[in-house]
C-alpha cells in the first residue's frame, strides 16, 4: 500500500466544531507542522475520500481530577468529543502509561478511576507502558479484567472493580521467552468508515531495568515485534497499520513540530517495515508531529494535556494519506458531563483523605533538588528504625520524587502533596551490604547514566564527573570511611531493590533482604509528623569533583 503525506491540519468541519467547544484559536496548534505535499481540494473532492480520524493520547498517568497544571479527564473527553465530529469515523487510543506515578484520586484506589473513567470517555485501546506494570502483570490483569479487588481491599463502594471496556495491548511483552506466549493481544483490528484499520501496541525493550514488576517477563525489540507482525495483518486485508509505541523522543519547536528531533524512536522507526503508516508514541512526556524516514509520528505529552488528531484519508483506489496535529485541552474547558460525574464520585471518596494535614515546613522543598532528596533519604532511615534500629542509611532513587512541596499560608503539607510526591505506593527494603557492594551500587548510577541515588544525612561521598563514580576513599558512613569488608544495613524502596532503573546490586549481592509494611510515603509522613516544623535541609551529601 502507498502512503502519500498531507498537511498537518484539521478540517473545516473540526474547525466549526472547536468553535462551539471554546474556540478553535483556544485549541489548536496554530504551528502545525508540514510533513508533505498537499493535493488541490478539487483532485480530493473527486476521489471521494473517506476520512478516520486517530485521537492519541499517551502518559496519562491517572490524572483524572483538574489542577493547575492538568484539565483532568473531563476536559479531555470534552475535546476528544469535539474532535469526533464531522469526520467519517473515529477511535481513541493511548500509547501506554494511562496508569500509575497517578495522582491521589486515582493511584490511592489502585487507578481503577481512570479505567472507569476511560471506559466512560470512550478509549479504545491502549498499548501498555512500563508503568503499567508497577505492580506486576497479575494486577495489570486485574485491572483490565475486573471481578476482583485489589488485595489491599475495595474500593469506597465495597465492590469489585468493573475492569475495563477497552482494549490492551502488549505485542513485546511475553510470559516467559521472547517469542513465546504474549501478556496480551499483541494488535487489534478495527473496521472504521469501511475500513480495516490495525493496531499494533509495544511497550519500550527496556521496561525491566524500569518496572519492578516486569520480573519474570520478556520484552522483545520494538520494530523486530512490529514487522514480524506486518505479514500477518496483511494477509488478513487491512487498509493501514498503527503502531502504538511506548518509547519516544524530544524536539525543540511547538507541539506539533519536529525541530531537532532524536531519542530512542528515532532508530525504532527507522527500522519499521514501511507498511507502518503511522506511529503514536509516548514515554518521554514530550509532544510532536514528524515525517521520519516515510512514517508519521506523534506523542501528546502528558497527563493529558494535549490530544493528537491523526486523519487517515482514504480513496477509493486504496491510496491513503495521513495528517496530525495536536491539540491543546485548555484548563477552562467545560467538562464532558458523563466524564465529570465520575471524577467527581472518586474525588470527593478521596477528600478527607487528601485534605487530612500531617505537618508543616517551613520553606518549598522543590522536587529535583538537593532539598527533596534530603527530606525523603532521611524519611525513609527514620522510619526504617522502628523494623530494624541497626539500620546504617538509606538510598533513594531522584525519579521517585514526582511532586514539590510547596510552602504557602502557615507552611501546611497534606497527605494529598505528600501522595503526589511519592505517588508509586512503593515499599521500604532492608538489606544487607557489605561496604564493596555499596560503593558498586553507588557507582552504578554511572554505569546507567542516571543520577545519583539521594544519601541519607549518615552517607557522604565525592561523585567523579569526569569518571561517573565515586571517588576511592570518600565514601563516608556516620563519618567514618566505608571499610569494603564490613556490612552495612541499607534501607531502599521496592522498586530500585527489585532492579528498577536497572540498579542490580541491592537483589544480587544484598543478604538478609526484608520488606518492611511501611510505604515510602507512610515514612515521609511519620517523619513530617515527627519533626514539624520541618526546615528543610539544603546541605550537599554529594561532594561533585569536575
Do not use: K
Not at 479527564?73 to 469535539?82: E, I, K, R
Not at 475495563?164 to 487489534?188: C, K, M, R, S
Not at 515510602?520 to 528543610?536: N, R
Amino acid at each position: 500500500m502507498s502512503m502519500t503525506f498531507a498537511r498537518a491540519s484539521l478540517g473545516l468541519a473540526t474547525l466549526a466544531a472547536l468553535s462551539s467547544c471554546g474556540g478553535s484559536a483556544d485549541l489548536l496548534d496554530a504551528g502545525a507542522a508540514d510533513v508533505g505535499a498537499t493535493e488541490d481540494a478539487s483532485s480530493d473532492a473527486a476521489r471521494a475520500l473517506t476520512t478516520v480520524r486517530i485521537l492519541g493520547i499517551n502518559d496519562f498517568h491517572g490524572a483524572i481530577a483538574p489542577s493547575d497544571a492538568v484539565a483532568g479527564a473531563g476536559a479531555l473527553a470534552a475535546t476528544v468529543a469535539s474532535l469526533r465530529d464531522g469526520v467519517d469515523a473515529s477511535i481513541v487510543v493511548s500509547a501506554g502509561d494511562l496508569v500509575g506515578g497517578s495522582p491521589l484520586e486515582s493511584g490511592y484506589w489502585h487507578d481503577e478511576p481512570t479505567v472507569e473513567a476511560m471506559n466512560v470517555l470512550g478509549l479504545a485501546i491502549n498499548a501498555i507502558g512500563n508503568h503499567e506494570l508497577d505492580e506486576g502483570p497479575d494486577e495489570l490483569l486485574r485491572l483490565i479484567e475486573g471481578g476482583r479487588c485489589h488485595a489491599e481491599g475495595c474500593g469506597p463502594s465495597g465492590m469489585p472493580h468493573e475492569g475495563a471496556i477497552f482494549e490492551t495491548l502488549a505485542a513485546n511483552t511475553f510470559t516467559a521467552a521472547v517469542g513465546g506466549d504474549t501478556l496480551l493481544a499483541p494488535y487489534v483490528i478495527r473496521e472504521l468508515g469501511g475500513r480495516r484499520v490495525a493496531f499494533i501496541g509495544v511497550t519500550l525493550e527496556g521496561t525491566p531495568t524500569i518496572a519492578a514488576g516486569a520480573a519474570g517477563l520478556a520484552f522483545g525489540d520494538e520494530a523486530d515485534t512490529v514487522n514480524a507482525l506486518v505479514p500477518e495483518l496483511e494477509t488478513m486485508g487491512v487498509d493501514a497499520i498503527v503502531a502504538l509505541v511506548h518509547e519516544g523522543g524530544a524536539q525543540s519547536g511547538g507541539p506539533s513540530s519536529c525541530l531537532g528531533m532524536g531519542g530512542p524512536i528515532v532508530d525504532i522507526v527507522a527500522r519499521l517495515d514501511p507498511a507502518v503508516q503511522v506511529v503514536i508514541t509516548g514515554h518521554t512526556h514530550q509532544a510532536y508531529v514528524c515525517e521520519l524516514d516515510g512514517h508519521l509520528v506523534t506523542s501528546a505529552g502528558s497527563n493529558g494535556r494535549l490530544v493528537t488528531a491523526v486523519d487517515l484519508m482514504f480513496d477509493d483506489v486504496g491510496r491513503l494519506e495521513a495528517s496530525a496535529t495536536n491539540v491543546i485541552v485548555p484548563l477552562d474547558l467545560a467538562p464532558e458531563p458523563m466524564v465529570a460525574s465520575v471524577v467527581d464520585r472518586w474525588v470527593e471518596a478521596t477528600r478527607t483523605i487528601r485534605e487530612r494535614v500531617v505537618g508543616q515546613i517551613t520553606a518549598s522543598i522543590p522536587r529535583g533538588t538537593v532539598t527533596s532528596c534530603n527530606f525523603v533519604a532521611d524519611a525513609m532511615l527514620e522510619g526504617a528504625e522502628e523494623a530494624d534500629p541497626a539500620v546504617d542509611l538509606a538510598l533513594m532513587n531522584v525519579g521517585g520524587i514526582r511532586a514539590s512541596l510547596a510552602f504557602s499560608g502557615e507552611g501546611d503539607v497534606t497527605f494529598g502533596d505528600l501522595y503526589n510526591a511519592l505517588p508509586f505506593g512503593n515499599r521500604l527494603v532492608l538489606v544487607t551490604l557489605t561496604g564493596a557492594d555499596l560503593i558498586a551500587v553507588l557507582n552504578e548510577a554511572g554505569s546507567l547514566g542516571t543520577t545519583p541515588l539521594c544519601p541519607s544525612a549518615s552517607l557522604t561521598y565525592t561523585w567523579s564527573v569526569g569518571a561517573a563514580r565515586t571517588e576511592p576513599g570518600t565514601v563516608r558512613v556516620n563519618g567514618a570511611v566505608v571499610d569494603p569488608l564490613a556490612s552495612y544495613r541499607v534501607v531502599v524502596n521496592d522498586y530500585n531493590f527489585a532492579g528498577g532503573e536497572g540498579y542490580t546490586v541491592f537483589r544480587d549481592r544484598g543478604t538478609s533482604a526484608s520488606s518492611t509494611p511501611l510505604l515510602l510515603v507512610g515514612a515521609a509522613e511519620h517523619f513530617l509528623e515527627a519533626h514539624s516544623p520541618y526546615a528543610p535541609d539544603t546541605a550537599a551529601r554529594i561532594t561533585l569533583a569536575l
